[in-house]
């Protein structure tokens, strides 16, 4: 009689299985810890508290830079300038920057806080010496300071250290700090305005240094605390390339490096990406560009414009009061954004916000067509445009974040970064010479940009989503 055999698994096979199985979970399980994984807490701080202070330092001259320009024998053009030139300064400043860093956050950081603290010392004492240009020259050489924005947005997308599910949270809190730093700014900048003011004559101390020897101090301090409490990612070694040409002689020409950084960086790697990224890759550095255009516009509009307007007549310190209180009201709303953003996608957060700043374009146009513009008007206008496009500025990298390969973190943040310069440098300039094209244009341009940049969404609505949070 045949006798029947039957198979049993192994021991071996069954402990195999079993392994694979748990290993299976185990992937699913780091998959998600690496989703929800966050920075250092202090070096997380460090960088939030530079956003804020670049910020500050921005926008605290605002009130006073159009009468500080005047007073030294400047224009309004200059007074734009003065706004927009450490924006253009850090543009240059991106690849040695970039360089320097050696694909870390600490040398920048620290380079960024003594930049800015001479940058303010040599606005403050251009006053004591009656050189109008030592006002520019101070600005330029706080652009390395403001290069760091690029390197804040990009500290908080970096694959090595935050998770796909936790980068839109802390763009929002770069976010909240943009805001802060739009509120206490200009408040600021007003308040030591009157302070300076009733102090007397004095040439080192008054309405127009002050800010200058404010923030020259909170930079120095900021750089040693940032020397004691910031910890920098795990860096790779990277091997660089010998520094010589195609014919194998040393680079002497710098705008050949620069050409081709621009070149291996970012035209070649564009050209190998999907259709997909490309169009959404396009479609936030226009973004970028027209958000910041607009708030650079509204930056150089809100003195140079109030202060002759019908209706509005403001000093520089009610002017100063005026775009603080912007903040304020949109500040609020930008903290319930913390928590809401978890749950949002970001596409959703583009088209709302949007039309939020729209509305705001709209209504001061239709104002000042109708010749019917006051200060209640005037600051909701402002309340909308900063609460909308401030909204839009930091989401732009977050969700490239999401859509490109993680090896496109750095380019990606070069890219919305010289967008972001480009447009604040040009917004600056535009919003200055409104006294020469008139306001009706200069408001209506703004709004043209972002109806145009509203609706590019819509063919790509499909493309722009991603995970939440």
């Excluded at 299976?24 to 399980?29: I, L, Q, S, Y």
């Excluded at 308040?191 to 800010?211: E, H």
């Excluded at 550095?285 to 202060?307: C, D, N």
């Excluded at 749950?343 to 039309?355: D, G, N, P, V, Y």
Aim: proline residues 4%.
């Amino acid at each position: 009689m045949a006798t029947k055999t039957v198979t049993t698994p192994t021991v071996q096979s069954q402990l195999t299985a079993t392994d694979t199985a748990i290993s299976a979970d185990v992937d699913v399980d780091l998959d998600r810890e690496d989703d929800f994984k966050l920075p250092k807490r202090s070096s997380l701080a460090c960088v939030l508290v530079c956003n804020l202070l670049i910020q500050i330092s921005y926008f605290i001259v605002i009130p006073t830079s159009s009468t500080y320009a005047k007073s030294l024998g400047g224009t309004n053009t200059i007074s734009g300038a003065i706004i927009g030139v450490p924006t253009a300064c850090a543009a240059l400043c991106l690849a040695p920057m970039l360089r320097i860093s050696k694909n870390g956050y600490g040398r920048p950081l620290k380079i960024g806080c003594l930049a800015m603290a001479l940058g303010q010392f040599l606005y403050a004492i251009a006053d004591r010496t009656g050189w109008l240009y030592l006002i520019l020259i101070g600005r330029i050489v706080s652009g390395p300071g403001q290069v760091y924005l690029m390197f804040g947005k990009r500290f908080c997308t970096d694959p090595r250290q935050v998770g796909l599910r936790r980068r839109a949270t802390l763009a929002s809190w770069l976010v909240l700090t943009q805001a802060a730093g739009t509120m206490i700014g200009p408040f600021a900048g007003a308040l030591l305005y009157r302070i300076g003011v009733s102090s007397g004559d004095s040439k080192w101390w008054n309405g127009y240094t002050a800010p200058g020897w404010l923030m020259m101090g909170l930079w120095l301090v900021f750089f040693v605390v940032v020397n004691w409490v910031f910890e920098d990612v795990q860096t790779e070694i990277v091997q660089e390339r010998p520094e010589s040409d195609t014919d194998g002689h040393p680079r002497r020409n710098l705008l050949f490096r620069f050409t081709l950084f621009w070149q291996d960086e970012l035209i070649t790697p564009i050209r190998k990406l999907q259709r997909r990224q490309q169009a959404v890759l396009a479609c936030m550095v226009s973004y970028a560009t027209m958000a910041f255009f607009v708030l650079g516009t509204w930056e150089a509009f809100i003195p140079s414009y109030s202060k002759d307007a019908p209706g509005l007549k403001l000093t520089p310190f009610s002017s100063g009061i005026l775009f603080a209180l912007g903040g304020v009201a949109a500040f609020p709303i930008l903290v319930v954004n913390l928590f809401t953003v978890r749950k949002t996608q970001e596409r959703h957060t583009f088209l709302s916000a949007s039309l939020v700043g729209v509305v705001g374009l709209l209504i001061q146009l239709i104002t000042q067509v109708t010749g019917k513009v006051h200060y209640p008007s005037f600051y909701i206008s402002w309340v909308l445009v900063a609460l909308g496009f401030n909204l839009l500025t930091t989401l732009t990298f977050a969700l490239l974040s999401k859509q490109l390969p993680k090896e496109w973190n750095l380019r990606s943040s070069l890219i919305i970064q010289t967008g972001n310069y480009i447009g604040r440098v040009t917004g600056a300039l535009w919003g200055g010479v409104n006294g020469k094209v008139g306001a009706n244009t200069t408001i209506g341009l703004d709004l043209a940009f972002a109806g145009i940049a509203a609706l590019s969404l819509l063919p790509l609505w499909t493309f722009m989503k991603a995970k939440t949070g």
